[in-house]
């Protein structure tokens, strides 16, 4: 391999290197202008994002608490009927999961405006309706908005930090999916105190609704397309946040590069991302959806079940950022997704052999600390380990269109007379998390391998080793996979 040349700071205070065999001119970033770049980031780009996914999750979680809260009685739903609300919801979702490379097309701050207008709007008229025709009609516009956002939001986030990066900030972005249940629990448990004549359920759908209206002036004025149409960032800031991603797509922002489109639909890694991202999307559902149900058949009072539901979902936002950070700081994935569906598979084995409230309810908090860290985990190793912008908004589609149809499942097999102890409910939640485990060790020890492999045939890798990944993807000789 060609050797380069001996860095020489240029005039912006950084480091050029060229390898004139393959026409490479590379900027390399030093480590205080990195930190600097990543902390800049981190004060402007993440919190909005974050702040998008607690109201995207408050707004479509609240269900879980609207039911309890008297919803389905009031407007006189059977069971049946009332998987057809939430199913309503899941299905515009998934006929809408291929939206993620509007992300790459659309200016982000003009498209995730809208779709907040639209989300918010929809989760307001939900507390107004008066049959089963109208929630669901408000369901399934809910899902056609957040899926748009759901699905992009871990591709935008890859467009401004390293991979080794990633981790930690798509703990925090999907890490604020608990943190939302959370934040639901306590808002739910304090409406229910509220005296009025109007039903509780309809104040929580409308008082959750109105903060994603007032946002979206916020998220056009302030939220950038891309790290070099960053308003807040020099030109030579700009020039540094691109450069500083050593593994990048050079194709145009809004451009789609069809070859590596197909080659993310081919990948067989995608499809492995996808049976872990099915199998926990199945807990996810039905711990959104539910929740509070299980609780409440544990013996306590539907008010006193919307508290309890606070602290498990505040525990598991804490295991989502400390999962990522060993993540990050190991550089493997596979096996701390293992640990934590071994940890749910323990959760739901303990709901599932025993009547006892206090192990139950110990159940609970394993469920939910061990589901909650593991989408962020699997959906940071897809964009780690797909090379290029148009692969990963190819896999990202798949994973999430196949991950979704668990979620019908979900919805149906909590019913009212299937408690206190949910048998069927649990036992499939056993299931789907065994299958998490063998999964991600399997795609672990796989890429291991791989990686091995490219070794011993090109050679080690060097960290600030600028790699053009827009034709051949992770397909490049010098990738090196996160396992």
């Not at 498990?312 to 804490?318: D, G, H, N």
């Not at 007379?417 to 991600?440: D, M, N, Q, R, W």
């Not at 796989?446 to 034709?471: C, I, M, Q, T, Y």
């Amino acid at each position: 391999m060609p050797t380069l040349p001996e860095s020489k700071p240029d005039d912006l205070g950084v480091l050029e290197k060229s390898d004139v065999d393959h026409g490479i001119s590379q900027v390399i970033v030093p480590d205080d202008r990195q930190r600097y770049l990543r902390n800049i980031f981190d004060r402007r780009v993440l919190p909005l994002v974050c702040m998008l996914y607690v109201l995207s999750y408050l707004d479509r979680g609240n269900i879980g608490n609207a039911k309890t809260a008297g919803a389905q009685a009031d407007l006189g739903l059977s069971s049946k009927q009332w998987t057809w609300v939430l199913n309503a919801f899941y299905i515009t979702y998934e006929i809408f999961e291929w939206t993620t490379m509007l992300w790459k097309i659309l200016p982000a701050h003009i498209f995730v405006s809208v779709l907040c207008v639209g989300w918010g709007t929809a989760a307001i008229c939900s507390g107004v309706v008066s049959n089963l025709a109208g929630l669901a009609a408000c369901r399934a516009i809910l899902g056609i908005c957040e899926v748009m956002l759901a699905t992009g939001s871990p591709f935008y986030l890859s467009m401004f930090y390293q991979r080794h990066e990633l981790g930690l900030r798509m703990a925090f972005l999907l890490g604020s999916s608990p943190l939302a249940n959370c934040f639901a629990s306590a808002v739910a448990y304090g409406i229910t105190h509220i005296n009025s004549s109007w039903a509780d359920w309809r104040w929580l759908f409308v008082i959750e609704g109105i903060p994603t209206i007032i946002i979206a002036p916020f998220i056009f004025f302030f939220l950038p397309d891309s790290p070099s149409h960053a308003r807040f960032l020099t030109e030579e800031e700009k020039t540094l946040a691109v450069e500083r991603i050593q593994m990048r797509d050079t194709t145009a922002k809004s451009e789609v590069h069809w070859h590596q489109y197909l080659a993310g639909l081919a990948d067989y890694k995608t499809y492995v991302h996808a049976l872990i991202q099915f199998a926990w999307n199945y807990s996810f559902a039905s711990l959104s959806n539910f929740l509070p149900t299980i609780i409440n058949e544990m013996g306590f009072t539907s008010v006193d079940a919307q508290g309890l539901t606070a602290p498990p979902y505040f525990a598991a936002c804490l295991c989502c950022v400390v999962g990522a950070l060993v993540s990050d700081r190991w550089g493997k994935r596979g096996p701390l997704i293992a640990f934590f569906g071994a940890l749910s598979f323990l959760g739901y084995l303990m709901l599932l052999v025993t009547t006892k409230t206090s192990v139950r309810y110990a159940g609970v908090f394993f469920a939910c600390c061990g589901t909650f860290p593991i989408v962020a985990l699997n959906l940071t190793w897809v964009l780690n380990n797909l090379g290029s912008d148009s692969k990963k908004g190819a896999s990202l589609a798949v994973v999430a269109t196949v991950g979704q149809l668990t979620s019908f499942l979900g919805s149906a097999v909590f019913p009212n007379s299937a408690g206190p102890k949910y048998t069927l409910g649990c036992a499939l939640g056993c299931g789907f998390c065994a299958l998490i485990v063998v999964a991600a060790l399997a795609l672990h020890f796989v890429l291991a391998r791989e990686n091995k492999k490219r070794d011993r045939e090109n050679g080690p890798v060097f960290a600030d080793e600028f790699l053009d990944l827009s034709n051949l993807g992770d397909k490049h000789p010098k990738f090196r996979y996160f396992t």
